[in-house]
């Protein structure tokens, strides 16, 4: 039996931070990931085509500059991120219809004030929201009640039109939760770093972060090194080949359930569930969209694309020179019901993209379908409500339960998360 002292089972960006926090807290330690490479949900692959290398981000994602944990974890230099526009562009009754952020494209707010996707009141109402989250502090967003995201909304006096338009598919494509059931203090916690940061992609990829915090680490990580079993009372891990290691001490810093399995009980939380469907594009076919980074957003409701952007109009690198790569996103386990195999999810995106851009949809070039059923912890309030823990919780003296379903589905929550697994385990 091999023996080791401190052992992470997972190699995402919880368990990477878990190991930095360690390192610098003189404890090197082994990190064991099932994976062919280390990220965990945060991963991009490199597509090969006849025309180049597409970089695909396994589902839509991106990185809010804003974080304080993460920007503090990260080289954020290094990262080379690119930003998206700051707002976005909404189909609504055969339009494109902008909505800017008004305090940084002052200017184009200004030419949309008469667009249909938000009354007067509403944008109003929006005003005094913006300016309350922005003066808000974390801790003060995680202490207020807690509501559901559409309650909250209600509550604030918007209309239906700015919700249907614009909240529904803007938050139900951050939360993978088109029903908005999600907490109203994650409704505040994004917005926040939406409004005070840039939403940005890193010029390598999502993948570069889980790598750049990889290769800063002394430890040692072992990939394709599935755990099959983990004994909480002696430290013992069952390794998938059958060998075993006995460590001192653990963190078990999986997805909700892939922790369950490991210790031999039933998966307890919910996901929401998202798929994301990547093209190789003539640049003409989304000319619509200009030459700008900017999420689009389906205000109609008839999907199946709920939000839509051109990653390489961000970051060039995702897409070969003279390429455009397009990024369709589907929310919901019940909209990808209707759409069981990636063939017909992927006539149905077109038929929704022909009516949007023209003709020259079609002649869109797939390359990858990502369904992901386990995309975000699904957090409601009551049963899987959200607080900020201060701790991670102890399954025994030796072993230790991290990640972002214990905090929140971000890549903060990870961050958050792999810190306080680290401050526990130290005791």
Known sequence: ?????????????????????????GHECLILCAGTAVGGRVRTDRHETDRGTFLLDR?????LDAYDEAGRMLDLEALELMPFYPGALVRFEGAFHRAADPFRKPIDAAKSFASPIASLGDKARLALLDQRIRRSSVDAIWSRPEHS?????????FGEGVIERFFRPFFGGVFFDRSLQTSSRMLEFTYKHFATGSTCLPAGGMGAIPEQMASALRSEIRLNTPVARVDPESGELLMGDGSAISAERVILATDANAAAQLLGEKPSVPWNETATVYYDADPETVSAFGDEAILVLDGDGVGPVNHLCVPSAAAPRYAPQGRALVCANVVGAEVLSQHEGDGALDVAIREQMVNWLGEGARSWRHLETYRIPH?????????????????MPRLSERVVQAGDHLTHGSIEGAMIAGRLAAETLLG
């Open 1 to 25: 039996m091999t023996e080791a002292r401190i052992v992470i089972i997972g190699g995402g960006l919880t368990g990477l931070a878990a190991a930095k926090h360690l390192e610098q807290n």
């Open 59 to 63: 589902g839509f994602q991106v990185y």
């Open 149 to 157: 995201t559409i309650d909250a909304l209600t509550e604030a006096g």
């Open 375 to 391: 995309a975000l912890p699904r957090r409601v309030p009551g049963e899987f409500g959200l607080d900020l823990p201060r701790a």
